[in-house]
């Protein structure tokens, strides 16, 4: 997902219009209650209540005032040719229905049958609806989810990541988590999709910042590919590989050591000049104690990030019955861009940190020499012995 000049004030420009824009066409912060108390009185089934959130949260996981922006966000392409889209007595769904309808599946992870039951319509209804919105997010809200474009965006980043641990000079965190299938019979036969749990699962890694949004993704690779493998087939690690990303300022730690812009990850992947892991083995140095428990604060904002994406969106948490593998990656994609778009609106983050459950954790071997001593060097840096 390559970088998009002027992205923060366009989406402070949008963020603004779309809200005049629910204001003036009836789903604004009043609109939404009045449509959710219809809504609400009508399906009663709906309410599944969750411990810290209202009722209209418990439902869609998100604020109303998210609600609203996503209503207008995807507006045109939900409502255009979209007559045929009733409830079970003929009603016409308007666009809040349509999200809400969306919304649901996704965020419960409930079946077609259910979520049709729910709202009083069919299963192929919310199968349409979902995808039309699924295909409305990825024209529409894209921007979302977005590399940091400006030098102001990146400074940021950076100055919020070292207030965390204090490790200077970071952009993300990067982690993987695996999206787990049942598949039919004849995929089953078939170990390509076989992860290193005995799961059939496609795999997501993702490149998460200090507020934890995502800031670059990549899915769609089959559970058995390892997450270095991954990573060497993403854009984000040929980008870094030529220079064009990670590629900013870097800071002097000692004489003749600089140390240039990074990402943390676990010890599953190399140690790279742009990607810092922690130090492994039993006899430690306490500077490289010092520099791991640094780095594990620091990269735990990538496992929240993940946890709370499965939390909230969970039709891609637990076993996906049978998905079209073709759509599964985009459907993953609207999830992650959801995600950020709930931040952005300031919604509170789950607080989860099990992503995974089950999966044991890689180790990798494979790291270039060039980076060793840069890491050594910063964690005396950290240690206040540079």
């Given at each position: 997902?390559?970088?998009?000049?002027?992205?923060?004030?366009?989406?402070?420009?949008?963020?603004?219009?779309?809200?005049a824009?629910?204001n003036?066409?009836?789903?604004?912060?009043d609109?939404?209650?009045?449509w959710w108390?219809?809504?609400?009185?009508?399906?009663?089934?709906?309410?599944?209540?969750?411990?810290?959130?209202?009722d209209?949260?418990s439902?869609?996981?998100?604020?109303?005032?998210?609600?609203?922006?996503?209503?207008?966000?995807v507006?045109?392409?939900?409502?255009?040719?979209?007559?045929?889209?009733?409830?079970?007595?003929?009603m016409?769904?308007?666009?809040?229905?349509l999200?809400?309808?969306?919304?649901r599946r996704?965020?419960?992870?409930?079946s077609?049958i259910a979520?049709?039951?729910?709202?009083g319509?069919?299963?192929?209804t919310?199968?349409?609806?979902?995808?039309?919105?699924?295909?409305a997010?990825?024209?529409k809200?894209l921007?979302?989810?977005?590399?940091?474009?400006?030098?102001?965006?990146?400074?940021?980043?950076?100055?919020?990541?070292e207030k965390?641990?204090?490790?200077?000079?970071?952009?993300?965190?990067?982690?993987?988590?695996h999206?787990?299938?049942v598949l039919s019979?004849?995929?089953?036969?078939?170990?390509?999709?076989?992860?290193?749990?005995?799961?059939?699962?496609?795999?997501?890694?993702?490149?998460?910042?200090?507020?934890?949004?995502?800031?670059?993704?990549?899915?769609?690779?089959?559970g058995?590919?390892?997450?270095?493998?991954?990573l060497r087939?993403?854009?984000f690690?040929?980008?870094?590989?030529n220079g064009?990303?990670?590629?900013g300022?870097?800071?002097?730690?000692?004489?003749?050591?600089?140390?240039g812009e990074y990402?943390v990850?676990?010890?599953?992947?190399?140690?790279?000049p742009?990607?810092?892991?922690?130090?492994r083995g039993k006899?430690?140095?306490?500077?490289?104690v010092?520099?791991?428990?640094?780095?594990?604060?620091?990269?735990?904002?990538?496992?929240?990030?993940?946890?709370?994406l499965?939390?909230?969106?969970?039709?891609?948490?637990?076993?996906?019955?049978r998905?079209d593998?073709?759509?599964?990656?985009?459907?993953?994609?609207?999830?992650?861009i959801?995600?950020?778009?709930?931040?952005?609106?300031?919604?509170e983050?789950?607080?989860?940190?099990?992503h995974?459950?089950?999966?044991?954790q890689?180790?990798c071997?494979?790291?270039?020499?060039s980076?060793?001593?840069?890491?050594?060097?910063?964690?005396?840096?950290?240690?206040?012995?540079?």
């Amino acid at each position: 997902m390559g970088p998009t000049k002027g992205l923060n004030k366009r989406k402070k420009i949008e963020i603004r219009n779309a809200e005049a824009n629910a204001n003036a066409s009836g789903f604004s912060q009043d609109g939404a209650g009045d449509w959710w108390d219809t809504c609400y009185k009508n399906n009663p089934g709906l309410l599944s209540p969750s411990k810290g959130m209202d009722d209209f949260e418990s439902v869609f996981k998100i604020s109303r005032k998210a609600f609203d922006y996503i209503c207008t966000l995807v507006h045109d392409q939900m409502t255009f040719k979209s007559a045929h889209f009733v409830f079970s007595n003929g009603m016409p769904m308007c666009i809040n229905d349509l999200v809400a309808v969306a919304l649901r599946r996704l965020s419960s992870g409930d079946s077609l049958i259910a979520v049709a039951d729910s709202f009083g319509t069919n299963h192929s209804t919310v199968s349409q609806v979902t995808w039309r919105f699924v295909e409305a997010i990825e024209e529409k809200g894209l921007h979302h989810l977005q590399w940091p474009s400006t030098q102001q965006e990146i400074d940021d980043i950076k100055s919020k990541f070292e207030k965390i641990q204090g490790l200077p000079n970071c952009c993300g965190a990067i982690d993987t988590t695996h999206i787990v299938m049942v598949l039919s019979s004849s995929e089953s036969r078939t170990d390509v999709w076989l992860d290193r749990e005995k799961n059939h699962s496609m795999i997501l890694q993702a490149i998460v910042g200090p507020d934890m949004k995502f800031l670059d993704i990549v899915t769609g690779w089959p559970g058995k590919m390892d997450d270095i493998s991954v990573l060497r087939s993403s854009t984000f690690s040929k980008l870094c590989e030529n220079g064009v990303r990670l590629n900013g300022m870097k800071m002097e730690l000692s004489e003749g050591t600089e140390l240039g812009e990074y990402v943390v990850g676990h010890s599953g992947y190399p140690t790279l000049p742009w990607l810092l892991t922690p130090f492994r083995g039993k006899n430690l140095l306490e500077a490289e104690v010092e520099f791991n428990r640094r780095h594990l604060a620091t990269r735990m904002v990538a496992q929240r990030a993940l946890a709370g994406l499965k939390e909230k969106w969970r039709i891609i948490k637990g076993m996906m019955w049978r998905p079209d593998k073709n759509k599964l990656p985009r459907i993953i994609l609207v999830c992650c861009i959801l995600h950020n778009i709930a931040i952005e609106m300031g919604d509170e983050t789950m607080d989860e940190i099990d992503h995974d459950n089950g999966y044991k954790q890689e180790s990798c071997d494979d790291s270039e020499d060039s980076a060793l001593p840069v890491r050594e060097k910063l964690a005396l840096y950290l240690s206040g012995r540079q």
